[in-house]
Every structure is written in structure tokens, then in C-alpha cells.
T-cell receptor, first 113, second 109 residues
Framework: DAGITQSPRHKVTETGTPVTLRCHQT?????MYWYRQDPGHGLRLIHY???????DKGEVSDGYSVSRSKTEDFLLTLESATSSQTSVYFC????????????FGQGTRLTVV | SQQGEEDPQALSIQEGENATMNCSYK?????LQWYRQNSGRGLVHLIL???NEREKHSGRLRVTLDTSKKSSSLLITASRAADTASYFC?????????WGAGTKLIIKP
């Protein structure tokens, strides 16, 4: 398995609180992605990074921010969690943006109450 | 927006039978990929087919791509209980992967 670790694996938080999810890779891949997975929607891209300090928005970026200060770490922050952000969050990595497979972490199940 | 849409949404077959899943997409692509997701786990890459390829094999998997119809199919031959999972297609667009909602495959013993 590709070396991708997401933490925490499960979290319950209250509406309005900030939450940070961490993705750590040991593969030295350039690209890192944060997705959310909800029933009936497949995976939707939140933000992605194409290098240290280089990030861009995905399809559903509102309410989320990211940071990548090191190649191996990609953080996803919910500044003020809402119930609509209850979801399973996946981190993925890839060597390049084209014609290569993505490797996924095990996911973080976030519940906002 | 969803680029790939899988069909059917769910499929239940007997062990040993073949399973076929389809994926349709909307825009031109560089490649199309298929992934498997076991319950509660992350996605695992199965196969990538480039836009200039028509068919690709990997073990019991066979993928076809018809760019004129903007569609792909994934065939799993001689299914096993361990093939029970959700299967997703993904297409690349502007350096991002766009995902369908998946096909849930159940293999009955």
C-alpha cells in the first residue's frame, strides 16, 4: 500500500468549531488531493496541491481551506464546521496530474452535530 | 459536476458469473480510470486506459473505451466473493479526476 496516513480516522465535532484533518505521505508525490464522499455523489474534489505552498480550489471548496508547508503533509481545515460538512473525507496522492493513478488514504469520517 | 456516471447503480450476481459495469462521460478525456472501494476503505486503482486505447486487460478485468460514444465498460470475469465492492470510474479533466457515483457490486455465494 502507498504510504498515506490520514488522521484522525473518526471525529465528532460541534457546529461552529474549527476542525483540521491531516494527510501525511511517504511517497514524495507532488500532487495531493482532498475529496469528500457522500451517498449518491461519488467523490468530489475540495482542494488540491501541486507542490509546497501551491494549492488550488476544487469543485466544492466553499467552507474549506488547505495548507501544504511540506511535501509530505496536506492539511484540510474547516474554519467553522457545519452539519452539511458531515462526510467521509479522503486524501489522495499522485506523481503527476496526467495519466497516472491516484493512491488513497483510508478516509476520515467526520460528523458535525 | 459529475463527469462519469456509472450504470447500473447496483448489481447482484452469483459467484462465478461475469459482471459488467458501464461508465459514461461528457467531455473529451486523456484517460479513464477504474477504482474499487471496499466498504469502509479507501479507493484502490484497478486499471487506466488512455484515450487512444480501445481495450485493456488486467487479470480477470477487461476494460473497453469508446471515445465516440464517450463510454467505457468494466468486465469482471469469473466473479468471486472478494469482488464485492463499489466500483468507480474517473476521467481526467484539467489536471483533476472527475468521479462518477459508482456501481455497488454484490457477489452472492
Amino acid at each position: 500500500d502507498a504510504g498515506i496516513t490520514q488522521s484522525p480516522r473518526h471525529k465528532v465535532t460541534e457546529t461552529g468549531t474549527p476542525v483540521t484533518l491531516r494527510c501525511h505521505q511517504t511517497e514524495n508525490h507532488r500532487y495531493m488531493y482532498w475529496y469528500r464522499q457522500d451517498p449518491g455523489h461519488g467523490l468530489r474534489l475540495i482542494h488540491y496541491s501541486y507542490g509546497v505552498k501551491d494549492t488550488d480550489k476544487g469543485e466544492v471548496s466553499d467552507g474549506y481551506s488547505v495548507s501544504r508547508s511540506k511535501t509530505e503533509d496536506f492539511l484540510l481545515t474547516l474554519e467553522s464546521a457545519t452539519s452539511s460538512q458531515t462526510s467521509v473525507y479522503f486524501c489522495a496522492i499522485s506523481e503527476s496530474a496526467e495519466n497516472t493513478e491516484a493512491f488513497f488514504g483510508q478516509g476520515t469520517r467526520l460528523t458535525v452535530v | 459536476s459529475q463527469q462519469g456516471e456509472e450504470d447500473p447503480q447496483a448489481l447482484s450476481i452469483q459467484e462465478g458469473e461475469n459482471a459488467t459495469m458501464n461508465c459514461s462521460y461528457k467531455t473529451s478525456i486523456n484517460n479513464l480510470q477504474w477504482y474499487r472501494q471496499n466498504s469502509g476503505r479507501g479507493l484502490v486503482h484497478l486499471i487506466l486506459i488512455r484515450s487512444n486505447e480501445r481495450e485493456k486487460h488486467s487479470g480477470r478485468l477487461r476494460v473497453t473505451l469508446d471515445t465516440s460514444k464517450k463510454s467505457s465498460s468494466l468486465l469482471i470475469t469469473a466473479s468471486r466473493a472478494a469482488d464485492t465492492a463499489s466500483y468507480f470510474c474517473a476521467t481526467d479533466s484539467n489536471y483533476q479526476l472527475i468521479w462518477g457515483a459508482g456501481t455497488k457490486l454484490i457477489i452472492k455465494p
